[in-house]
């Protein structure tokens, strides 16, 4: 299983950007998928995820209104649209794969490597 995550980058503070995360190992149909940030000194936090079959989205209160999960299923891959977004939103962003609904990183399986997303304020 490989997850690649990529979309990452520089953005003023209210612009928008738009992460992906291709799935060559086809798991992505079966399980969640999800997305998790974590800025410099702090610990892996839960962002969104999506349950690949039926659609069902979650999100943090501090992104909720704001960031938009989705899944092409035709592409096997998942998107996490960041509108609005803030200084504090900066970070490296992970998708991950998980079986069951969780906010905890540990809970999820398989990661992609990460893409930064820095916002200038």
């Known amino acids: 299983v490989q997850l690649q995550a990529s979309g990452g980058g520089l953005v003023q503070a209210g612009g928008s950007l738009r992460l992906s995360c291709a799935d060559s190992?086809?798991?992505?149909?079966?399980?969640?998928m999800g997305w998790f940030r974590q800025a410099p000194g702090k610990e892996r936090e839960f962002v969104a995820v999506?349950?690949?079959?039926?659609?069902?989205?979650y999100y943090s209160d501090s992104v909720k209104g704001r960031f938009t999960i989705s899944r092409d299923n035709a592409k096997n891959t998942g998107y996490l649209q960041m509108n609005s977004l803030k200084p504090e939103d900066t970070a490296v962003y992970y998708c991950?794969?998980?079986?069951?609904?969780?906010?905890?990183?540990?809970?999820?399986?398989?990661w992609g490597q990460g893409t930064l997303v820095t916002v200038s304020s």
């Open positions: 190992g086809r798991i992505f149909s079966s399980h969640l």
């Open positions: 991950a794969v998980g079986n069951f609904y969780s906010r905890s990183p540990s809970n999820y399986n398989y």
């Open positions: 999506i349950r690949w079959g039926y659609g069902n989205t």
